[in-house]
């Protein structure tokens, strides 16, 4: 059974910094790609970063050049550094991991991340 809990979602001001949490439990081919997406109200789910087990990360829309995704594979933990944020960092922030030969696909419960003075 695969299990991803995040943590270090909350309140922070315009310009400040958070980082995120994501405890994998499973197998190493359930844990391979491991990232996070994010949905603000009324809009999609988006890719901020995604990094396979061994590999670099990859990352995806405005906040590439803000956030920075971390792996342990140690501890089966990613994390997701986020600075200088705006009120449109405003999201639900949802750890995401993609196994290797199953194809399946495993999501976390997600963290709320508010951005507000």
């Known amino acids: 059974q695969v299990q991803l809990v995040e943590s270090g979602g909350g309140l922070v001001q315009p310009g400040g910094s958070l980082r995120l949490s994501c405890a994998g439990t499973?197998?190493?081919?359930?844990?391979?790609?491991m990232g996070w997406y994010r949905q603000a109200p009324g809009k999609q789910r988006e890719l901020i970063a995604l990094m396979p087990r061994g590999g670099t990360a990859y990352y995806a829309g405005a906040a590439k050049d803000r956030f920075t995704l971390s792996r342990d594979n140690a501890v089966n933990t990613i994390y997701l550094q986020m600075s200088n944020l705006t009120p449109e960092d405003t999201a639900v922030y949802y750890c995401y991991s993609g196994a290797r030969y199953s194809q399946r696909d495993y999501w976390g419960q997600g963290t709320q991340v508010t951005v507000s003075s």
């Open positions: 499973g197998s190493i081919d359930d844990l391979y790609r």
